[in-house]
């Protein structure tokens, strides 16, 4: 799961929840789309209750939050989300989001701010502008 830290940063996040997509789309994943960067957090319903990242069905709608309305607030990111090695990673490191969490090439930087044992081997990230 990728989340907001806090529940202020949720007050503060652009919410664009038309996005469609050609394929199927994981739940938590990174979407860019028009220059944009979404995290697409969409809630389960029915038999998907009890699975976080379920699969969102090719042209259903995608509840997507614009990072870039919340640059230097900070998400949390489980392990499976990235390809960084936990152990290694430090702060200020860029994370590295695994290519099932992603479409598109993000046009925003997470940015480790420290490792966190929230779920598991987790990382507590600020989103900041991509400098190219």
């Known amino acids: ?32 789309k028009d220059g944009k960067t979404y995290l697409i957090w969409n809630e389960p319903q029915g038999d998907n209750s009890y699975i976080q990242d379920f699969d969102i069905p090719a042209g259903d709608f995608l509840n997507g939050f614009d990072l870039s309305a919340n640059l230097g607030q900070e998400l949390i ?39 966190c044992k929230l779920g598991g081997n987790d990382a507590v990230v600020a989103v900041v502008a991509n400098p190219s």
């Open 1 to 32: 799961m990728i989340k907001f830290r806090t529940i202020g940063e949720i007050e503060v996040a652009k919410n664009n929840p038309v996005l469609t997509h050609t394929g199927a789309v994981k739940n938590y994943t990174l979407f860019t």
């Open 77 to 115: 990111v489980e392990k499976k989300h990235f390809t960084n090695t936990y152990n290694s990673i430090t702060a200020g490191d860029a994370l590295t989001i695994a290519d099932a969490y992603k479409v598109g090439s993000p046009v925003v930087v997470l940015k480790v701010v420290e490792k």
